[in-house]
């Protein structure tokens, strides 16, 4: 595929990140015969949407086994019920309130609403988290979004005032079939909502891990401003949020409903002098994405020749990319993680073992790649032994550096 998925213009080839498995496909055992797709990103000068060229089909990415669950992280559950907080102090008004969560994963966020007293309902396509959904009371459809989905609601007259949506939009292939679902259940003066890593805080942060198989798309306002004006779709309000490295939270209604505010403005502004909507930007970042690789090698082939041993912590979705695309698996002794679904698996493609968090805390190793970067506050937080033990973190975003312990105070 190389013209946009949006509008069919042809697409300038930014990024070629190679073979690429499923960013998600924790494996049982070492397995060199895993499925991979070409990992590449495009940018579209008529339109300003950065995507991926192609993407696996989706039942390669969201099945039985999804391993994200977002109960991983004690911020990110902070994160969820202040979003629930926020969205009955400030939109839910009438008993009659509905909020509807696409990609609700465990629940978080629906716990929360339902405990405020808010009519509410889920979809979520990976089974396994949708039961866990499921058996703390909330009501879920097991299926992907889709105009014929929302279809279905409509004629159940599930009309909603919040639809919300956190780190999922920019998974769905087909953004057209999304916003003709949108505008088929949102109330007229209803708010849809939905958070996802923000292009701005990519391309400044050069934080191209972002990218994998599920993200087909890296949104900011200029790019989304030429989609929803299709629908009769207008983006009244944005905040930029800290989660995953860097998001940005869209407040979309029906065109002329709301007043554009001023910090909605103000990062548009700053969109368009980060020149977001031109090609040099975007080849000017796989520059940089080049020099991280190059980089990287470097310094840990430097470390291993002087008999270091080097870990990782966080077999996050995002260290797929960096540590197939840099090639730095044979650098990696294991990585530590604190979700069940990855302890004692492998690492897509790259096959280095995951442990559990107490083989982080017992072994002796000088450097530690910190591949749950977006974590760095919560994780240095916990980890103050570990500095105090003369441990080393190895970080790539911006750019790859060694942080010990002086380097922090
Ligand atoms: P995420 O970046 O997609 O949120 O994934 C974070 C991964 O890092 C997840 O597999 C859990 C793991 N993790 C730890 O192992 N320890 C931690 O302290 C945190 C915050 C995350």
Redesign the pocket.
Known sequence: MTNCRLCNNKLLLINNFGEMPIANAFQNKVNNAQFTFNLQTGFCNKCFMFQLIDQPPPEKMFHQDYA?STR??M??IKHFQNVAKMIKTNFISDPDDNVLEIGCNDGVMLEQIQKYGVKNIGVEPSANVAEKSQEIGLEIINDFFSEELALNMKNNSNYFKVIYASNVICHLPDLNDLCKGITKILKKDGIFIFEEPYLASIIKKNSFDQIYDEHVYFYCILSLNNLFQNYNLEIFDSEEIWT?GGSMRYFVSFKGKYPKTERFRNSLHKEVKLKLDREETYLNFNKNCEKIKYDINQTLADLKNKNNEIVG??????STTFINYCDIGKYINFI????HS?INKFTPLSNIPIKD?SSFQESCHSFTILF?W??MK??FK?ETEYFDNGGNWIVYVPEVKIISKEEIE
């Open positions: 994200f991983s992280s911020f990110m995953h912590y966080g077999a996050t979705s995002k530590s993680d604190t979700s990855k968090y749950a977006n974590h919560e994780i916990k």
